[in-house]
């Protein structure tokens, strides 16, 4: 842990806030995100907007603002037209718009006043956010090892050479590309990382996977800081949390989706969402200790989650 960004905030404050859904937060500013690149197109088209969706949820409580590259890819940006070098600055600004939104909010006293000083993660989606068909959301993307792991050394190789923190792995639904992701970082690249997963219920990845069985393959891997869950229904992070807690000693990750269902074929979303504040408390209580929002999740929200994790840790 003596390598871990999170260290300094657990030390002193006892949790990490992270922040929420980047994407539709741009959506709800008015930003069309019906593409294939999605929210990676606005680092290119509109970067103010994305760097003030970052500074929105830095003023809010944010300890961690993700890069707006979880669609981000050099396979998305060349079919998307640009060259080979005009397709890793854009990983590149990525990153580099979370870190300038943190510098300023930083460079400003009063935002200092009980604050740690925030970080950042390149966010590094899916193999199934590339293919924007939904199977990010039940991990078949039909491709063998070797395409994943091509996919992915050639992104993080990028990403270890930006001025992020870490790297987040996040919405991983398949067994197999945790299995490519943890050889990568056995290789020792360079960076920490945490892994979350995404998953279908309060036992189980997208594609069927026991989480248990994935936690596994993370065992042992130095430059994890941190594992857990994201972009999956709150109502089930409980029960994954006490999955998580009972194989391994790292921070446990949990940033839920609101809880309402999302349809990849028409690019919305339908029905209720949950409370899902409400059950932060249970989630500390069970070992959560990095906690933010993923999908439809605001800065309101993650205002609202840093009080109730200052309250929780002043008692």
Not at 7 to 21: H, I
Not at 80 to 96: I, N, Q, Y
Not at 209 to 226: E, Y
Request: glycine share 10%.
């Amino acid at each position: 842990m003596s390598r871990s960004p999170f260290t300094r905030f657990l030390d002193a404050q006892g949790f990490v806030v992270l922040d929420g859904g980047l994407a539709t937060a741009l959506e709800a500013a008015g930003h069309r995100l019906d593409e294939k690149l999605w929210s990676a197109r606005l680092v290119i088209s509109a970067p103010d907007a994305v760097r003030g969706v970052h500074a929105s949820y830095l003023k809010a409580g944010a300890d961690c603002v993700t890069s707006g590259g979880y669609q981000a890819s050099f396979e998305g940006f060349l079919e998307a037209g640009l060259d080979r070098r005009a397709a890793e600055s854009a990983l590149r600004r990525a990153v580099t718009l979370a870190a300038e939104a943190r510098d300023s909010f930083w460079s400003d006293p009063t935002n200092r006043v009980g604050r740690v000083e925030p970080i950042v993660a390149a966010s590094a989606g899916p193999y199934g956010a590339y293919l924007a068909n939904g199977s990010e959301y039940d991990g078949r993307y039909g491709v063998e090892r070797d395409v994943l792991e091509a996919f992915h050394r050639d992104r993080l190789a990028v990403l270890v050479d930006t001025e992020a923190d870490l790297v987040a792995f996040e919405t991983l639904p398949s067994l197999l590309e945790v299995e490519v992701l943890c050889a990568l970082l056995a290789e020792g690249l360079g960076k920490p990382a945490w892994i979350t997963f995404s998953c279908r219920d309060s036992d189980a990845l997208w594609d069927g996977t026991p989480i248990s069985a994935a936690l596994q393959r993370c065992d042992s891997i130095d430059a994890l800081v941190g594992v857990g869950v994201n972009c999956t229904d709150p109502r089930h992070v409980g029960g994954l949390i006490d999955k998580i807690a009972a194989m391994t000693d790292l921070p446990i990750i949990v940033y839920p989706n609101s809880g309402e269902s999302y349809d990849p074929v028409t690019r919305e979303w339908t029905g209720p969402p949950a409370e899902w504040l409400e059950n932060v408390g249970q989630w500390v209580e069970k070992g959560a200790s990095v906690l933010g929002g993923c999908c439809r999740v605001g800065s309101g929200e993650i205002g609202e989650l840093r009080l109730r994790l200052e309250e929780m840790h002043a008692l």
